[in-house]
């Protein structure tokens, strides 16, 4: 009989973290039948051109967010990527955690989107022996892999997507645009991310 736990990974930059994932953290929970599952932020995003809120105030969000939605300590934040220096490879942060807690199995919550690019990723081939990939899909989408991953189908898991169409990218336009962030609550953000992006006046354009 199988014993070994299963520990989810979910990353992302999270600036800011909304309802969408946190809905997509539980459907990973269940799905996945998932013991533990880090929230990893990510520190020195070398792939985005943008630079992101400083990783305290997107951790910070973070837990804000957990609390608010009722999650169980079995879902909690990890900042092993915010405390270490240089760009973030997810192939570096699964070897770290997996040192950490041995003898488990492991999923890296993905992207359909990441998922397509993922032969791109640092060591993803090395990657595919620490864990298993959960591709997260809407209903009705075709998750094609890329063909350097179409002779490993077994190293990757459809994951079902909430029906929602929420972005942080969206989150972040309204407030630029004006919208208070308690605006966005609750179809957008929890209430304590929302006071919390106001109190420190996140995402908004400086005044002049």
């Given amino acids: ?98 040192a950490r807690q041995p003898g488990c199995d492991w999923f890296l919550v993905i992207g359909q989107d990441q998922y397509a690019s993922f032969h791109g990723w640092s060591e993803w081939r090395r990657l595919l022996t620490l864990c298993t990939l959960a591709v997260a899909a809407r209903a009705g989408d075709v998750v094609l892999p890329p063909s350097e991953l179409a002779a490993q189908p077994h190293r990757m898991r459809r994951l079902p997507l909430p029906a929602m169409q929420v972005s942080s990218t969206d989150v972040r336009s309204a407030i630029a645009q004006g919208r208070p962030p308690e605006a966005l609550v609750p179809g957008l953000l929890t209430p304590s991310v929302a006071r919390y992006i106001a109190r420190h006046a996140l995402y908004a354009l400086p005044t002049t």
């Fill in 1 to 98: 009989m199988d014993t070994k736990r299963r520990i989810g990974v979910f990353g992302g930059s999270f600036d800011p973290v909304h309802q969408a994932h946190i809905a997509l953290a539980g459907t990973a929970m269940q799905s996945l039948q998932l013991d533990q599952l880090h929230w990893v932020p990510v520190g020195h995003a070398w792939h985005k051109a943008r630079k992101l809120a400083d990783g305290l105030h997107r951790a910070e969000m973070i837990r804000l967010a957990l609390a608010d939605s009722g999650a169980d300590a079995r879902q909690q934040l990890d900042t092993i990527e915010l405390e270490r220096a240089g760009p973030s490879y997810t192939v570096q942060t699964l070897d770290a955690l997996q």
